[in-house]
């Protein structure tokens, strides 16, 4: 009969966790070119996905560890990331699911790719350009304003404006008596808009965008200015450094 | 561009006789002169309002979004950054590093698309900021009140060597 030990080795498994990606002048990224505070970021990413008393093993010639660990964990893991492929996010203990979103913020913004293998089977992949389904159930009603140059306007069915700005661009539903009554062309002009649209909890990103309201561009009333100036020198008498008076009512800095 | 004002900023834009009164008003002066979206958070009011006369920041050309559920998931999260880095960087037990409500204001202003902060605060805001910074957090730059403004926000490409220590 064999001992608990032999078991346990016997019901061990590996996982491959790796990133790719390339530097900035071009060159496909691995231990010898990334910094030891990114490699830090990885190794704690990968750590809070499968634990703190697994055995991870960073391979030589890209950024790839070797996870090995007991069949249950391993199989958890690959449950989860098959949750997450298939947007079930509700499914995912919420410190992995933290992890799976920062790895797909990561790669959007950094252009990397992660990956999890088990026994040769790709598991999960993330990445820019790779979608996953959208978890359900988890949207928000917010608001937002946008500022950004209009670069098309009109439609025939479902009337709309498309915002453009450094972060993207926004399609925005608008009433079709809207654009009629639109006293200029605001095509290619630069406009600022409240919208109505949903926040996905999960995603963490705005969606579904409705024009609320055009929001004019600031104007300063000199009178009111100078009027809050006087009143407001009244009312802080003796609150010169303002940050002083701050740490106290927040309860104390140290 | 959208610049948040932080609490510091809009007591010194409001109260003359702040140490950094004048560069507030000149940084409100040039932004309403570029078109530029000025916003301040309800959070701020929420302080502000302690002592001062809320009708005074409504009559000045703010916007004033709300503070809902995206501000709220984000300002959790960099919450908990702020506990993991208190732990690394207090001195003493009972040392508060970083405050809540600087979290809170930075969290609404980098969901608001926000560009810049400004304000005086040159220790918890600033230190709060940096922490998130160095987790990987993006964030607007925060810029000083009394560390040149203007150059710092863009809005002159000349630098005012008077602020200068």
Not at chain 1, 20 to 41: F, H, Y
Not at chain 1, 182 to 208: A, H
Not at chain 2, 23 to 45: D, F, N, W, Y
Request: aromatic share 6%; net charge neutral.
């Amino acid at each position: 009969m064999k001992n608990v030990a032999a078991r346990q080795r016997e019901d061990r498994k590996t996982l491959e966790l790796s990133v790719k990606g390339v530097t900035g002048d071009g060159r496909k990224i691995s231990l010898r070119n990334t910094d030891i505070d990114t490699l830090t970021k990885y190794l704690g990413q990968w750590r809070r996905l499968v634990g703190q008393n697994v055995d991870i093993k960073l391979e030589n010639g890209s950024i790839k560890a070797t996870v090995t660990a007991t069949s249950a964990l391993i199989a958890g893991l690959v449950a989860d990331c098959d949750h997450y492929a298939k947007g079930q996010t509700t499914e995912i203990p919420e410190e992995r699911l933290s992890v799976f979103l920062q790895m797909e913020q990561d790669a959007k913004e950094g252009h990397r790719q992660y990956g999890v293998t088990c026994e040769g089977r790709q598991c999960l992949r993330i990445g820019p350009g790779i979608h996953r389904k959208a978890a359900r159930n988890r949207v928000e009603e917010a608001e937002l304003e946008i500022e950004g140059a209009v670069t098309d306007a009109g439609g025939e069915g479902s009337p709309n404006i498309h915002l453009f700005n450094k972060h993207g661009k926004y399609t925005i539903s608008v009433d079709r008596q809207f654009l009629e009554g639109l006293s200029e062309n605001i095509l290619y002009k630069t406009i600022r808009v409240l919208v109505k649209c949903k926040y996905d909890v999960v995603e963490q990103v705005y969606k579904d965008y409705t024009l609320k309201e055009l929001v004019d561009m600031p104007v300063l009333d000199e009178q009111k200015l100078t009027a809050a100036i006087k009143q407001g020198t009244k009312d802080w008498q003796g609150v010169d450094d303002p940050y002083k008076w701050l740490v106290s009512v927040r309860g104390g800095e140290e | 561009m959208t610049v948040l004002f932080d609490t510091c900023a809009l007591i010194s834009l409001l109260n003359e006789k702040a140490i950094c009164h004048v560069s507030a008003e000149q940084c409100l002066r040039k932004l309403v002169e570029g078109k530029h979206r000025i916003v301040v958070s309800p959070l701020t009011l929420a302080e502000y309002g302690v002592k001062g006369n809320l009708a005074d920041v409504y009559a000045q050309p703010f916007r004033i979004p709300n503070f809902g559920v995206p501000h709220a998931e984000k300002a959790a999260k960099f919450r908990a950054v702020t506990c993991d880095a208190e732990k690394v960087e207090r001195k003493k037990p009972h040392d508060r590093q970083f405050i809540a409500t600087d979290t809170m204001i930075l969290a609404q202003a980098a969901a608001e698309q926000v560009d810049r902060v400004l304000t005086n605060d040159t220790r918890t805001f600033t230190r709060t900021a940096e922490a998130l910074k160095k987790a990987g957090e993006i964030l607007p730059n925060v810029v000083l009140l009394n560390d040149d403004p203007l150059y710092h926000l863009g809005l002159t490409s000349q630098r005012n060597f008077d602020f200068e220590k």
